[in-house]
């Protein structure tokens, strides 16, 4: 009878240790992977002080989100001892034999895959610190490796980097400001208080992906798309401080792993697609402009229809958001280096910037004419005389701006060499359709600093073709007298009507529904 009850007794040890086996099992690093994100997400989501992935299947049977928030006791579920261990530093890598750091190692990995809560900063101080200073000791290890990572270890570092780095992002309410771009340079970015660990952890993972004892072969069966994909998204981080290791990380990822490359780019231009057509709200853009600066710099000629296509249907509409000096500095960059790897591009890239050029947004409009003038200066005498005419069309809208900061800095085009060459051998082009903004400037700009520099273009025409100088000034002038013709053709016939409306005011008869247009009306 006894041995019948005891036989019905749950077996709670033997099915803990199934668990144990499978979540350590190295079966497929995606699905591992997929799983420890979704675990990492369930665990946050029930504000736990700390969460553990060591085991994968047992914590979701062990009553950790019944309220049990102890890292002591979550310490006892990574050693499987059914008592309560303390979260515990362990011994350094001097004060054990070179066979032994290894595996040392991997336990300090171990000890790192438990991830505190830092919302509250009262809470577990001691073993934050003991985490701190095993992260540290983790960063000297890699950076004084003299042997090639095991594949084992490799294994370690991933999952250890990933539970501690990919998680749910957390913003400020921000209501929607991000679109008017107007003080978010001024406003301050919000800093993630786990920042004193996730630091070290990036610099680790730096470490490790620049190190030249890791074998990327072997390290790209757990650095694989899942992971970068996963690293990617966290460019939305509010934190610019992560955004920088991420961008530096990143960019040694590009460089190590060329199985990654096309990949990489793929998604980040997915990044861009949706910035620029869905949400206009992404913290990262600059970043990951960044990086593509420096891979475009690196692209091969003749250029690839690939990337063409990227500048074409990525780069050019990324001037449409409104939150465009977020990043113009970093997208200008990557336009010039398109346009200096094939200047045949420079017309493409010139019609685009005029087709999504400001009409109301002066401070934008100042930004377009200095990325502008960086185009023009690698731009060639063929390719600037295919979009001369449209170009210098909105140079002279931009000469008539009633705002100096904008004409001022369309003026400020003569002071390049290059541009100033390439204008002069185009005069009879382009003087016939600037000289009206210019002479309307020389009289009557209210800004003195734009009448000068007006001046001074003047006298450029002037020296190199006064003959041209003189026939552009004959047909304003001519020009001048029409409008003043029709100006005055103008004044007279409201005069006409007014008197004529007086008279007929006079003698009580409608004045605005002449008879004809009653006849017209009716016949209708």
């Known amino acids: 009878m006894i041995k019948h009850l005891l036989n019905r007794l749950p077996r709670k040890p033997s099915k803990s240790a199934e668990n144990r086996d499978g979540g350590t099992s190295t079966s497929s690093s995606n699905a591992s992977a997929s799983l420890r994100s979704s675990d990492l997400a369930s665990y946050r989501s029930g504000?736990?002080?700390?969460?553990?992935?060591?085991?994968?299947?047992?914590?979701?049977?062990?009553?950790?989100?019944?309220?049990?928030?102890?890292?002591?006791?979550l310490n006892s579920k990574l050693n499987g001892n059914s008592t309560v261990s303390p979260y515990e530093a362990l011994p350094s890598f001097r004060d054990v034999p070179n066979t032994e750091k290894q595996n040392l190692?991997?336990?300090?990995?171990?000890?790192?895959?438990?991830?505190?809560?830092?919302?509250?900063?009262?809470?577990?101080?001691k073993e934050k610190e003991t985490k701190r200073q095993t992260l540290v000791e983790l960063v000297d290890y890699v950076i004084s490796a003299n042997g090639k990572f095991a594949e084992s270890v490799m294994q370690e570092i991933v999952k250890m980097v990933s539970i501690n780095l990919f998680r749910t992002l957390t913003s400020q309410p921000r209501e929607n400001k991000i679109l008017e771009?107007?003080?978010?340079?001024?406003?301050?970015?919000?800093?993630?208080?786990?920042?004193?660990?996730?630091?070290?952890?990036?610099?680790?993972?730096?470490?490790?992906?620049?190190?030249?004892?890791m074998d990327a072969k072997l390290a790209k069966r757990y650095v694989d798309q899942s992971f970068v994909l996963k690293l990617l998204d966290l460019f939305d981080s509010e934190d610019p401080r992560e955004r920088e290791y991420l961008k530096t990380v990143l960019h040694r990822i590009y460089g190590k792993f060329m199985v990654h490359r096309s990949f990489i780019r793929k998604t980040i231009n997915h990044i861009f697609y949706r910035f620029i057509f869905e949400t206009e709200k992404h913290n990262g853009i600059g970043e990951l402009l960044e990086i593509l600066g420096s891979?475009?710099?690196?692209?091969?000629?003749?250029?690839?229809?690939?990337?063409?296509?990227?500048?074409?249907?990525?780069?050019?509409?990324?001037?449409?958001?409104?939150?465009?000096?977020?990043?113009?500095?970093?997208?200008?960059?990557?336009?010039?280096?398109?346009?200096?790897?094939?200047?045949?591009?420079?017309?493409?890239?010139?019609?685009?910037?005029?087709?999504?050029?400001?009409?109301?947004?002066?401070?934008?409009?100042?930004?377009?004419?200095?990325?502008?003038?960086?185009?023009?200066?690698?731009?060639?005498?063929?390719?600037?005389?295919?979009?001369?005419?449209?170009?210098?069309?909105?140079?002279?809208?931009?000469?008539?701006?009633?705002?100096?900061?904008?004409?001022?800095?369309?003026?400020?085009?003569?002071?390049?060499?290059?541009?100033?060459?390439?204008?002069?051998?185009?005069?009879?082009?382009?003087?016939?359709?600037?000289?009206?903004?210019?002479?309307?400037?020389?009289?009557?700009?209210?800004?003195?600093?734009?009448?000068?520099?007006?001046?001074?273009?003047?006298?450029?025409?002037?020296?190199?073709?006064?003959?041209?100088?003189?026939?552009?000034?004959?047909?304003?002038?001519?020009?001048?007298?029409?409008?003043?013709?029709?100006?005055?053709?103008?004044?007279?016939?409201?005069?006409?009507?007014?008197?004529?409306?007086?008279?007929?005011?006079?003698?009580?008869?409608?004045?605005?529904?002449?008879?004809?247009?009653?006849?017209?009306?009716?016949?209708?």
């Open 105 to 125: 190692f991997v336990k300090k990995l171990n000890l790192c895959c438990v991830v505190f809560d830092f919302t509250d900063p009262t809470k577990n101080l």
């Open 295 to 524: 891979i475009i710099n690196g692209f091969a000629l003749p250029l690839k229809e690939e990337h063409k296509h990227f500048l074409v249907r990525v780069l050019i509409p990324l001037h449409k958001p409104k939150c465009i000096p977020m990043y113009h500095q970093q997208l200008s960059y990557c336009i010039t280096q398109f346009v200096e790897k094939d200047c045949k591009l420079a017309d493409t890239v010139i019609r685009g910037l005029l087709k999504y050029w400001p009409i109301t947004n002066s401070s934008k409009e100042v930004m377009f004419l200095g990325e502008l003038e960086e185009v023009l200066e690698a731009t060639q005498p063929p390719e600037f005389q295919r979009c001369m005419v449209p170009l210098f069309r909105q140079i002279a809208c931009c000469l008539s701006s009633s705002h100096f900061q904008v004409a001022e800095r369309a003026l400020f085009i003569w002071n390049n060499d290059h541009i100033e060459n390439l204008i002069k051998q185009n005069r009879k082009v382009i003087l016939p359709i600037i000289f009206p903004a210019l002479e309307k400037n020389s009289r009557s700009h209210w800004n003195q600093a734009v009448q000068n520099l007006t001046l001074n273009v003047r006298k450029i025409f002037s020296d190199i073709d006064q003959e041209l100088f003189e026939e552009c000034l004959l047909n304003f002038q001519e020009d001048e007298s029409r409008e003043e013709e029709i100006k005055l053709k103008r004044v007279a016939t409201w005069k006409r009507l007014e008197e004529i409306a007086a008279m007929k005011t006079a003698s009580n008869e409608a004045v605005l529904v002449p008879h004809r247009i009653n006849a017209h009306t009716s016949s209708g």
């Open 181 to 213: 771009a107007v003080g978010l340079e001024d406003e301050e970015p919000m800093m993630d208080p786990a920042w004193p660990h996730l630091q070290i952890v990036y610099e680790f993972l730096l470490r490790f992906v620049a190190s030249p004892e």
């Open 47 to 73: 504000n736990m002080n700390v969460t553990s992935h060591q085991d994968l299947s047992s914590t979701s049977h062990s009553g950790i989100s019944h309220g049990n928030k102890i890292p002591q006791a």
